[in-house]
């Protein structure tokens, strides 16, 4: 009885269209803190609050992250719960591998304007690379993209056609499909087909590839990162964090995974 109520709800939310599929999953996916926001000032990181406006009128919050007189700059696109301010120590990490950094905050999350959708979540995107382009004149050959998790299929789909420095996918997958199908099942899956679809897209991306994932990873499966590096053109490298689960690849990595971050850096954006 349970499994033919199941089997007809399913049908129900497939016959009913697009948009309460999407609906759904996004009342399930996204993980926002609009609460809880930290400054840069109660962690002792120097760093400059912005407001950026996308290309629908949205304004979103922004830390910038100077690194000296360097161009070189990388955006860094944060993972699902939580928000922006949350990442500032990663990102202060990575400032102090060389680089500027932009910690974008995406529309729905922490100070930012808006609801959150996977659509927007690329605008927003689009807005960092703008900002940096437009307002810091950062080339986009010295713009380097570091997406985590669901930050990596953003990643993916904005750095389509760019030339771009490099691109660091951290903990991401191959679809929403296969990330939901791996972890609780083909139903979700089917449900979430065609939704941060990475895999029809890295084929474009045109600059140097570093992929991280643990190899414990409870929440996106190994095998889905590996399925995504295996469909990206070279060149491409994956790092298995060996003993790292979804949200402690920093602390696990430890020192040789800094130090394999900084190292891309450095090779992509002399």
């Known amino acids: 009885m349970k499994s033919l109520l199941a089997s007809t709800l399913l ?3 497939l016959a009913s269209g697009m948009g309460f599929r999407e609906w759904l999953l996004s009342s399930i ?5 609009n609460d809880f926001v930290l400054t840069p000032e109660e962690l002792e ?6 407001r950026i406006a996308t290309e629908d009128g949205i304004r979103i919050q922004a830390y910038w992250l100077s ?6 700059s990388l955006l860094f696109l944060h993972g699902n719960a939580g928000n922006a301010s949350h990442r ?15 910690l974008l905050e995406y529309r729905g999350y922490g100070r930012s304007e808006g609801s959150v959708s996977e659509n927007g979540l690329y605008a927003d995107a689009r807005a960092g690379i703008e900002y940096l382009v437009k307002q810091r004149g950062i080339p986009e050959n010295r713009i380097i993209l570091f997406g985590r998790s669901l930050g990596g299929a953003v990643a993916v789909d904005v750095a389509q056609d760019r030339d771009l420095a490099g691109v660091i996918l951290e903990s991401s997958f191959s679809s929403l499909s296969d990330a939901a199908a791996s972890l609780v099942g083909l139903p979700i899956g089917w449900l979430a087909s065609g939704l941060y679809d990475s895999i029809s897209k890295i084929g474009r ?3 140097p590839l570093l992929f991280f994932h643990g190899d414990r990873d409870e929440i ?4 889905v990162g590996q399925r995504l590096f295996e469909a990206a053109p070279e060149p491409k490298q994956f790092v298995t964090l060996k003993g790292a689960h979804h949200n402690d690849t920093v602390s696990v990595g430890g020192g040789d995974y800094a130090r394999r971050i900084e190292r ?7």
């Open 264 to 270: 891309f850096i450095h090779e992509v954006a002399p």
């Open 45 to 50: 990181i120097e760093a400059e609050e912005l």
């Open 220 to 223: 996106i499966r190994y095998r």
């Open 11 to 13: 049908l129900a939310i």
């Open 29 to 33: 996916l996204y993980q926002p803190d």
């Open 88 to 102: 500032l120590e990663n990102a202060d990490m990575l400032r102090k591998m060389g680089t500027n950094v932009l």
């Open 67 to 72: 690194f000296e007189q360097t161009d070189r």
């Open 205 to 207: 991306v045109r600059a």
